[in-house]
């Protein structure tokens, strides 16, 4: 069982500056994954929050009790916050929370969204099925990534295993995002790593090609697994969100 006590699991809010950047982790992980791109662009003079989202961090069951409702509606109302604070607000996220970072870009007055390894389409090819086998199967173990061994251990802090029930609602964000993506005219930026196991590498394509955005860009990890915000590669991120939303602030 992850130990989500430690101070890298815990939700944080570095609040000095005038361009605000809400960080929202994936599906089972934690704000850990997001510290260190968090930590980079506070340096680089941003405000950064990062969130946890409900039914995280805790156990699996509490995560099968949470909704794609509430993920969204915790996004929200931070971002409803950040907004009244900074000049400039940017949304962003990790796998999942890339998909909530669109959902906000689309709903709200942000400038600009950053996608990192967002799912538009997963590898998985039975996802469909997964509220039939949770009949069955109540509660899945995640499957072994021999990737995950590059990652940084001190912040890989998620659930080893998840709800089935849950893998509903992921898909449901998913949908979401991807319906909408032409009401999107911040800047985006799409973050993808060719190591990526879990997301079809057409995904940035799919996502800055439905937006309406006037101000667009990618950025190619080489091999990080996923998980990337916490892998060598990370520095990388922090540069490119840097270099982006400064861009962004002068449009």
Not at 11 to 30: Q, R, Y
Not at 64 to 92: H, I, N, S
Not at 100 to 113: G, I, K, T, V, Y
Not at 185 to 193: D, G, H, K, N, T
């Amino acid at each position: 069982m992850q130990d989500f006590s430690l101070p890298q699991a815990q939700p944080f809010w570095f609040p000095e500056g005038d361009h605000g950047v809400l960080l929202i982790h994936g599906f089972t992980g934690s704000p850990a994954h997001m510290r260190l791109v968090g930590e980079g662009l506070r340096d680089s003079g941003f405000a950064v929050r990062g969130i946890l989202l409900p039914g995280h961090g805790e156990s699996p069951e509490a995560m099968g009790k949470a909704t794609w409702q509430d993920w969204f509606q915790a996004c929200r109302e931070a971002a409803v916050d950040m907004r009244k604070r900074y000049p400039y607000l940017t949304v962003a996220g990790l796998s999942m929370g890339g998909c909530l970072a669109l959902m906000l870009a689309e709903q709200m007055d942000a400038d600009a969204c950053v996608t990192i390894a967002a799912p538009m389409k997963t590898m998985a090819k039975f996802r469909s099925l997964a509220p039939i086998a949770a009949l069955v199967h109540p509660v899945v173990n995640k499957r072994a990534d021999g990737g995950r061994a590059s990652l940084n251990a001190d912040y890989d802090i998620g659930y080893d295993s998840y709800p089935l029930s849950s893998v509903a609602h992921l898909s449901a964000v998913m949908r979401q995002a991807r319906q909408h993506l032409s009401l999107i005219r911040c800047p985006v930026l799409a973050v993808q790593s060719h190591g990526d196991k879990t997301v079809t590498p057409d995904s940035p394509d799919i996502i800055l090609n439905g937006v309406s955005s006037e101000i667009k860009a990618r950025l190619w990890l080489d091999e990080a697994p996923h998980v990337c915000t916490i892998s060598p590669e990370y520095p990388k991120i922090v540069e490119a969100m840097t270099e982006f939303l400064r861009k962004a602030e002068k449009r």
